[in-house]
């Protein structure tokens, strides 16, 4: 008996207001293992990669894995998978939270949304009942109001997926906020979720999710949780200060992206650093489903420019978007956009980013403050907050910030000062200094993305060895590495920062005593490279050619001004070609017919 898997799949759709269940394809599941894999396997064979993200014929794929839902090492996550809208390559955004779960209790393993509502609506599911109602009353609402409403109206233990007035108004990089605080964040998946006129998905189940082994279960999680205590990273840092831990690690490093990425090293690094967030801010940890780390952060903002709240956040990559990258140094106003971001559902990276982007075209002259109706400066903490606030409404100069960085600096002819690959703002490392991460913005397969081959592990924190963060020399091996590593890990259901102290070994231990297969590390590992290259043909075939796997001019050409880098470029010209060696592609960068009938890629 296989286990993990439910085998069934929920087909709804909009345009038509009829939902089907139909039998999970079981050789399918084998091969792209779940969650990230498995929803885009579904996903390329069904949808036209030429398709237009906000037409009808897009479609919207929720995708927990096997393992998610069981009482393994974090497996509480799954993977909103669509085409994207900001960058026009395959979506795939990851969150945790409780709702992944709920959706395996209530007996699912792909819930595929297809067609357009002809007015809003939203999606409640209890078990096998499903039903699709009108969502005029909670239209506008943030995630905070829906959840209320739906734990009052449908039941009062559903775990919910919504999006906020960003996502209704199609702001490139609207997010779908889940459990009112986790994220399916990046590439504007909550904007595809507005264009069909879905407001919400609200799911209670009861049904739980069977192993195939419980006593050797058992013992695999028993080794990951005791693997995961052992961590220094796991079992100290993320939990005292979560995620901005690494505020001053990375700064120290001189790879801190500051102004636009004009600096690498934020001279008030500190007054912004996780430690500092744990003195002024943070009332508790708060975990996901089956979590031991726990490294949310549950904070309370008292500043009386504000209104007095209690939210979550602000994150590591929160705190440079909003921080660092617009040159703002006051914590609590960080801390209010960050929350801003949640209540309008937006990623905080593009969101911050595209802002810094717009500081620097204004203080260059490029950008008339008539446009924007106001100064728009480096380091102003209200500017910053305000155009957040306008870009979830749209109005305003927010209507061109919701657009992202890379087309707002086009509009005014200058797309060099957005710092981006394929459109899709970077993250909060500088590449021009770790230059496996430098290899990997430029090959993830839905632009510039540190959650797709998280190299800054191996070449900053040493793990699993340390690695010379200047170097080039084997970062093709480890990049490709990384990248297939991660779609293993977003496939089964885990949480990414379980890898800070398992490993490959651990994975397969929890995937093969849950589903019964008798998979090898190997076996893993080359359905993680399956997974990469079936998001890689689509992309080619949507259009997105290799040329796009590069690198804005300031990272390539302008070297690091200050810090330990000083002098650093990034030597993609070296890494790229090695690159598509280690995976056995051409040097064209298009995957080869031996390479796709190695991976058994029709």
Same mark, same amino acid.
């Given at each position: 008996?296989?286990?993990?898997?439910?085998?069934?799949?929920?087909?709804?759709?909009?345009?038509?207001?009829?939902?089907?269940?139909?039998?999970?394809?079981?050789?399918?599941?084998?091969?792209?293992?779940?969650?990230?894999?498995?929803?885009?396997?579904?996903?390329?064979?069904?949808?036209?990669?030429?398709?237009?993200?906000?037409?009808?014929?897009?479609?919207?794929?929720?995708?927990?894995?096997?393992?998610?839902?069981?009482?393994?090492?974090?497996?509480?996550?799954?993977?909103?998978?669509?085409?994207?809208?900001?960058?026009?390559?395959?979506?795939?955004?990851?969150?945790?939270?409780?709702?992944?779960?709920?959706?395996?209790?209530?007996?699912?393993?792909?819930?595929?949304?297809?067609?357009?509502?002809?007015?809003?609506?939203?999606?409640?599911?209890?078990?096998?009942?499903?039903?699709?109602?009108?969502?005029?009353?909670?239209?506008?609402?943030?995630?905070?109001?829906?959840?209320?409403?739906?734990?009052?109206?449908?039941?009062?233990?559903?775990?919910?997926?919504?999006?906020?007035?960003?996502?209704?108004?199609?702001?490139?990089?609207?997010?779908?906020?889940?459990?009112?605080?986790?994220?399916?964040?990046?590439?504007?998946?909550?904007?595809?979720?507005?264009?069909?006129?879905?407001?919400?998905?609200?799911?209670?189940?009861?049904?739980?999710?069977?192993?195939?082994?419980?006593?050797?279960?058992?013992?695999?999680?028993?080794?990951?949780?005791?693997?995961?205590?052992?961590?220094?990273?796991?079992?100290?840092?993320?939990?005292?200060?979560?995620?901005?831990?690494?505020?001053?690690?990375?700064?120290?490093?001189?790879?801190?992206?500051?102004?636009?990425?004009?600096?690498?090293?934020?001279?008030?690094?500190?007054?912004?650093?996780?430690?500092?967030?744990?003195?002024?801010?943070?009332?508790?940890?708060?975990?996901?489903?089956?979590?031991?780390?726990?490294?949310?952060?549950?904070?309370?903002?008292?500043?009386?420019?504000?209104?007095?709240?209690?939210?979550?956040?602000?994150?590591?990559?929160?705190?440079?978007?909003?921080?660092?990258?617009?040159?703002?140094?006051?914590?609590?106003?960080?801390?209010?956009?960050?929350?801003?971001?949640?209540?309008?559902?937006?990623?905080?990276?593009?969101?911050?980013?595209?802002?810094?982007?717009?500081?620097?075209?204004?203080?260059?002259?490029?950008?008339?403050?008539?446009?924007?109706?106001?100064?728009?400066?480096?380091?102003?903490?209200?500017?910053?907050?305000?155009?957040?606030?306008?870009?979830?409404?749209?109005?305003?100069?927010?209507?061109?910030?919701?657009?992202?960085?890379?087309?707002?600096?086009?509009?005014?002819?200058?797309?060099?000062?957005?710092?981006?690959?394929?459109?899709?703002?970077?993250?909060?490392?500088?590449?021009?200094?770790?230059?496996?991460?430098?290899?990997?913005?430029?090959?993830?397969?839905?632009?510039?993305?540190?959650?797709?081959?998280?190299?800054?592990?191996?070449?900053?924190?040493?793990?699993?060895?340390?690695?010379?963060?200047?170097?080039?020399?084997?970062?093709?091996?480890?990049?490709?590495?990384?990248?297939?590593?991660?779609?293993?890990?977003?496939?089964?259901?885990?949480?990414?920062?379980?890898?800070?102290?398992?490993? /490959?070994?651990? &994975?397969?231990? %929890? !995937?093969?005593?849950?589903? #019964?297969? $008798?998979?090898? =590390? @190997?076996?893993?590992? +080359?359905?993680?490279?399956? /997974?990469?290259? &079936?998001?890689? %043909? !689509?992309?080619?075939?949507? #259009?997105? $050619?290799?040329? =796009? @796997?590069?690198?804005? +001019?300031?990272?390539?050409?302008?070297?690091?001004?200050?810090?330990?880098?000083?002098?650093?470029?990034?030597?993609?010209?070296?890494?790229?070609?090695?690159?598509?060696?280690?995976?056995?592609?051409?040097?064209?960068?298009?995957?080869?017919?031996?390479?796709?009938?190695?991976?058994?890629?029709?």
């Amino acid at each position: 008996m296989l286990g993990g898997w439910i085998g069934n799949v929920l087909r709804i759709n909009l345009s038509k207001m009829t939902y089907n269940f139909e039998p999970l394809n079981y050789e399918w599941a084998k091969l792209y293992l779940g969650g990230r894999g498995l929803g885009s396997k579904y996903f390329t064979e069904e949808v036209d990669p030429t398709v237009d993200p906000f037409s009808e014929d897009n479609k919207l794929i929720l995708s927990p894995g096997p393992l998610t839902g069981t009482y393994g090492a974090a497996n509480g996550r799954y993977m909103m998978i669509t085409k994207s809208p900001l960058t026009g390559t395959i979506a795939c955004s990851n969150s945790g939270g409780y709702f992944p779960a709920e959706l395996k209790y209530a007996g699912i393993d792909l819930v595929i949304i297809e067609g357009k509502a002809s007015h809003p609506v939203y999606i409640t599911i209890y078990n096998n009942q499903v039903a699709i109602k009108d969502a005029s009353k909670i239209w506008g609402k943030n995630s905070d109001e829906v959840e209320d409403y739906l734990h009052s109206t449908f039941h009062r233990d559903a775990k919910i997926a919504s999006i906020g007035p960003a996502g209704e108004k199609q702001v490139l990089f609207a997010a779908i906020m889940n459990d009112k605080h986790r994220a399916a964040g990046r590439s504007g998946v909550g904007a595809v979720m507005g264009s069909k006129n879905l407001k919400a998905i609200a799911v209670r189940g009861t049904l739980g999710v069977k192993v195939a082994d419980r006593v050797k279960f058992r013992e695999a999680a028993t080794d990951a949780f005791r693997a995961i205590k052992e961590s220094p990273v796991t079992a100290a840092g993320l939990p005292a200060y979560g995620t901005a831990v690494l505020v001053n690690v990375i700064n120290q490093n001189g790879l801190f992206p500051t102004r636009n990425f004009q600096d690498d090293v934020f001279e008030d690094a500190e007054k912004i650093s996780g430690e500092t967030l744990a003195k002024q801010l943070l009332v508790r940890n708060k975990a996901c489903m089956s979590c031991m780390i726990g490294c949310a952060r549950v904070t309370k903002l008292a500043d009386p420019r504000y209104k007095a709240q209690t939210g979550e956040g602000p994150e590591y990559e929160t705190i440079f978007a909003l921080g660092s990258d617009c040159g703002v140094s006051d914590l609590s106003a960080i801390t209010k956009a960050n929350y801003l971001c949640n209540e309008y559902g937006m990623d905080p990276i593009s969101a911050g980013a595209t802002v810094a982007c717009a500081m620097e075209m204004f203080e260059k002259g490029i950008i008339p403050q008539s446009d924007i109706g106001m100064p728009l400066k480096f380091g102003d903490a209200d500017a910053l907050v305000k155009m957040i606030e306008l870009t979830g409404k749209r109005e305003g100069f927010g209507d061109k910030l919701a657009l992202g960085s890379y087309r707002l600096a086009s509009l005014y002819g200058h797309p060099e000062f957005s710092m981006s690959v394929k459109k899709q703002e970077f993250p909060a490392y500088d590449g021009r200094v770790a230059q496996g991460m430098a290899l990997e913005y430029a090959t993830s397969n839905r632009g510039a993305c540190h959650v797709r081959g998280y190299m800054i592990s191996p070449e900053i924190m040493g793990v699993p060895e340390k690695l010379d963060p200047y170097a080039t020399e084997n970062k093709a091996f480890w990049t490709k590495t990384f990248q297939d590593v991660t779609a293993v890990v977003d496939s089964v259901g885990m949480c990414l920062f379980t890898t800070f102290a398992i490993n /490959i070994n651990h &994975i397969t231990n %929890l !995937f093969t005593s849950a589903t #019964g297969l $008798d998979y090898t =590390q @190997d076996d893993m590992m +080359k359905a993680g490279e399956r /997974i990469y290259n &079936i998001e890689r %043909l !689509f992309n080619l075939k949507a #259009g997105i $050619d290799p040329s =796009q @796997d590069t690198l804005p +001019k300031r990272i390539l050409e302008e070297p690091v001004k200050q810090g330990p880098a000083k002098g650093m470029v990034a030597k993609l010209s070296v890494l790229l070609p090695e690159y598509y060696k280690e995976r056995g592609w051409g040097s064209d960068g298009i995957p080869t017919q031996e390479k796709l009938k190695e991976l058994n890629i029709a």
